[in-house]
């Protein structure tokens, strides 16, 4: 036995050593981007913008074939100027990872939050709509990032992502907006109280992914209060047949009485439906039409118990992308909100065009 083991020790050891010794170590630069035009009407009054929304560049460099470094740096509305509100430079992601074997990595830097599919994943070509699902912006605050440490890896079809990183604000929490004002983003962030956060994915289905995540924070609101919450949500993904379907859904619970905070419970969902007719035509690349459902409440059970449905949305959205290349991708789309307190309606058409590389 200890023949054998030591064998077995001595193999790996060569292995590593092989690898190591035939690696060269490389950088890598990618990148996204998306131009948007809006065109909104309500109440009689018509919004027209044309915004260079996101200008992102990555870098990632690999020491090793087990240490590595990735970053993302991100531009938002073309500029900054002093005193403006619109720009906005912002250091997303910008870690240094250690990938032991399949199964098990470490992180440690500033890193995106692994919640749902659009947080982790929100590069252009990979969703329908031009502006990034309501659902995540109002229940998941996309992006969300922030300093910590993860242990990441892949057991035959199963993916998972434990996190502890910074944890919220909670004096920034808004019953219109919900925990959304209360990320710190990097920025000398108050790490009294962490945030954990459990994901984990199944891919043994061809076509699918199907997973759920759990993240829980004990959010200050001042010195002396806290307003504890738990985000719990489930989400999948299908790419099959020429089908594509994508599903989330998600609720916050708050510890509202600890803290006199308003709202007791926020939730919401959408789903998209997309068929892929570019075979059936005959055209190179992908054009999908396709349609979403979304409903958002960020109030949808008071303390009080007088939620009469002001922050409750619904939305549909109808439209088109085309994909000439995988990477690249322009869709067009049309829609309308409505507010469930007064029937206010919001019509929408947009417009964009955006790329990754």
Known sequence: MRIWLLTLLLSSTWIFAQEDEFFEASTTVGGYGELHYNNVLQNSQTKETLDFHRFVIFVEHNWTPWWSFKSELELEHNFLESGASGGEIALEQAYIEYRHAPWLSLRAGVLLLNVGLTNPYHEPPLFFSVERPEYSSYIIPTTWYGNGFAVVGRQQA???????????????????????????????????????????????????????????????????????????????????????????????????????????????????????VAPLIGWRGAFIPWVRLTTRDTANDMLNGTEDGAHRYTKWLAGVQYKPLEQVVIKAEAGRRERASDGMTTDLFNLGMGYMF
């Open 158 to 276: 199963f993916e998972y992502n434990f996190t502890v990183m910074e944890g919220l604000d909670g004096a920034g929490f808004s019953v219109d907006k919900g925990i959304r004002g209360g990320r710190q983003k990097g920025y000398k962030a108050d790490t009294s109280h962490l945030l954990y956060s459990l994901n984990l994915d199944y891919t043994g289905w061809a076509g699918w992914r199907i997973g759920t995540s759990l993240t829980y924070n004990k959010a200050p609101v001042n010195p002396t209060q806290h307003l504890p919450f738990q985000l719990l949500e489930g989400h999948l993904d299908f790419k099959k047949n020429n089908w594509l379907i994508r599903a989330e859904a998600g609720q916050i619970i708050y510890d509202a009485a600890a803290s006199g905070f308003l709202v007791k419970r926020a939730l919401g969902y959408y789903l998209d439906i997309g068929y892929d």
